[in-house]
Structure formats: C-alpha cells, structure tokens
C-alpha cells in the first residue's frame, strides 16, 4: 500500500504526524512519503500543487492530506493561493465524492454548544459532490464592464451524469449504514424553488431512488436543511448534495459534535482511490504551538483503511482507540470540559497510539 503525505500548511504538519504515528503503530505494510502541498507547495516550487506532489499523489493508493492555507498568501494571484492546490487535485484525481460524518462521541456531548439532548447518538453522513457545481463552472472570474464598474461572476452547473454518481454513493452509503430494520434514509439538499441546476438535481436523484426501494428518499431545501441541522439534526441519516451546500452544510454539522478537529472526511474516485483529510482548515493561528485536536487527522486515517484499503479490522481499530483516549479523560483545547486531562496534539497522538494495544 502506498500513501502520499500531503502536511500542509499552519496546523497540517503537526496533525498529520500524529496520524502518520497511529498508522506506523498498527505495523502495515504501507510506505509513506511526504510531498509539499498548498503554501507548502508553492515555498518549494512557486506552485500550489507541484508536479511533483501531483504525481506522487497520482501513484499512491491514498492520499493523507493535512490542510492548506494561511492569510500570508492571501495577496498571491488567484491560481498560486493555497487553495487551488487543493481544488486543483480534487480535480486531476477525479474524487468527486465526498463523505463526511458527523459523529457525536458520547464523552463528547458536552463539548458541544448545543444542548446534549438534541445532539446525543448524532450519527449523520454528509455526502458532498466535490469536482463540479460553482466551484468549477464556466464562466468565471471578475472583469470590468464598459461602464467601467467591475462584475464577478461565477457559474453552477450539473450534468445529469455528475448527479447519478454522487446520488448512487449516496445511495449506497445509506444502504450498509442500515441498523438493524430500520430504514435506510436519504435526504437530497437543493434550491430547486430558485435553482434550475438544483432543479435537475432533485430531478435526477428521484429518477435514480427508483433503484433503491429500500431507501427512505427526501428533499429539503438548503435553508432549511441548515435550519434542520440545528433544530433537530438526528432525523437525518444520509445528506446529500452539491459541492457549495455541501461545503457550507458540512461546517455546520461538525459543530454539533463539539468541534470542527473531530471531523474526518473522505474524497473518493469511482475506484475507491481517495484524499483522506480533516474536515477543518490549516488553523494558522495556532500552528507550531502543538494545541491543535489530530483526531479528525487521525480518524481520516481510519476511513482510509476502511474505504481504500477495505481494512475494517484496522479502521475499528483506530476509531476505538479514538474512543478509548476520550474515555480516559484525555481533551485537546477544543473540547476540554471540567474534569478532563488537557493535553496538547502531539500527547493526544501519544494517547490513542497507548490506546490501540
Ligand atoms: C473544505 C474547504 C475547501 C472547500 C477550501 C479550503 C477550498 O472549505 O474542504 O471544505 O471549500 O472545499
Ligand atoms: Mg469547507
């Protein structure tokens, strides 16, 4: 098995270590090795996403990735920031499906700025589209009008095909999370009151829930899904959605599970190959000082042996461990309570590694 290691930028060298540690601690046989990306990638090679970097990436079974971004690139030109790095290899590796769970951990229900009764037993999976939609249509960028006044503009668009294959992950998902006879459950998120793209979206995900009578199929539209999500957020099982909903409806749902540092996410091609990467950013405020939370880093490591690898074994593994270190008390800044062990990142990698054995 081989994995690119891709730290990143602000907090993404320090989390991926802890991940990278938990990993060495199982005694796979994979090789890992590490290529700049993001900032990173553009201090090493005045690119975001070096040809290096994209061609090891290319090679591997799996991708780790930390996280990209800090202010200090902010004034580059629009295809040397940091973020195109990222988009950029979503792109080129085909991982159009994105998949984030948002986990409510038991000794974490408290941490959560919600009250425990909403978020408690919260087990919801984010399905996000993630190479189309707003973020990649055409036209786009700003320019300057006869007038003289300058206009941006970008464009939303699916094709059918696109939604077919997110919808059927979707699907798919929804059908081996099913416990026991409950009902496997989908809801699809548009603005099809307003949107003809997400018109064709509901459109297209109804015709294809003809495949799946097992599966409950609903529609919400996206300002009340994000209303949804806060009022009661355990009525949902499966979302899914296009790419900038998805962006913005993922941030929400990670906050009812205390913190954003507890998200893992997945980004898989229609082969299994995958980015696995926290849900949260680069956090440059707090990098070097070893407080960020490497859990969602390191629970990403987890869905990596489990999506790519087909490792169950492992994946359980490293999620009860997860489980373990929390159990004991031990608390990054993030989610630390009255009565809990605060440790920093490095410690709470040392913690889950303690705890896999
Ligand atoms: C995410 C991030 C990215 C996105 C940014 C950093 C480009 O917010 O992974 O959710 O918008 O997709
Ligand atoms: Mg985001």
Redesign the pocket.
């Known amino acids: 098995m081989k994995i690119a290691v891709l730290p990143g930028d602000g907090i993404g060298p320090e989390i991926v270590a802890q991940a990278v540690k938990v990993l060495n601690a199982l005694n796979l046989s994979i090789s890992m090795t590490e290529a700049p990306i993001g900032g990173a990638g553009y201090e090493a090679a005045g690119d975001p996403l070096p040809d290096a970097t994209l061609q090891l990436a290319k090679e591997a079974d799996a991708v780790l990735l930390g996280a990209?971004?800090d202010w200090k690139y902010d004034k580059l030109e629009r295809h040397l920031r940091p973020?195109r790095g990222?988009?950029r290899i979503r792109k080129e590796l085909n991982l159009f499906a994105n998949l984030r769970p948002a986990l409510l951990y038991p000794e974490l229900a408290n941490a959560s700025t919600l009250k425990p009764e909403v978020v408690s037993g919260l087990d919801i999976m984010i399905v996000r589209e993630l190479t189309g939609d707003i973020?990649f249509g055409q036209p786009r960028g700003i320019s300057t009008l006869p007038n003289g006044e300058r206009e941006g503009i970008n464009t939303m668009r699916y094709c059918e095909s696109e939604i077919r294959r997110i919808g059927r992950v979707a699907f798919d998902i929804a059908m081996k999370r099913r416990k026991n006879n409950q009902k496997a459950k989908v809801c699809s998120v548009d603005k099809a009151n307003v949107l003809e793209t997400t018109e064709l979206w509901r459109q297209v995900i109804i015709e294809l829930s003809a495949e799946y009578p097992e599966v409950e199929l609903s529609h919400m539209y996206v300002d009340n899904a994000a209303m949804q999500l806060i009022r009661a957020p355990k009525q949902f099982d499966v979302m899914v959605t296009g790419n900038i909903f998805g962006?913005i409806l993922?941030?929400e749902a990670s906050m009812l599970t205390g913190s954003i540092g507890m998200l893992p996410s997945a980004s898989l091609d229609a082969n299994n190959k995958g980015m696995y990467e926290p849900?949260h950013?680069s956090a440059p405020d707090i990098a070097g000082k070893d407080i960020a939370n490497p859990l969602a880093t390191i629970l990403s490591a987890s869905m990596m042996l489990r999506y790519t690898f087909s490792d169950e074994t492992n994946a359980l593994k490293i999620e009860d461990a997860v489980k373990k270190a929390l159990a004991l008390g031990y608390r990054t800044a993030d989610i630390v309570t009255d009565g809990c062990k605060k440790v920093g990142c490095s410690e709470m990698g040392d913690a889950v590694v303690a705890a896999l054995n």
Request: charged share 25%.
């Open positions: 990209v971004g973020e990222l988009l973020y962006d993922s941030d849900s950013g």
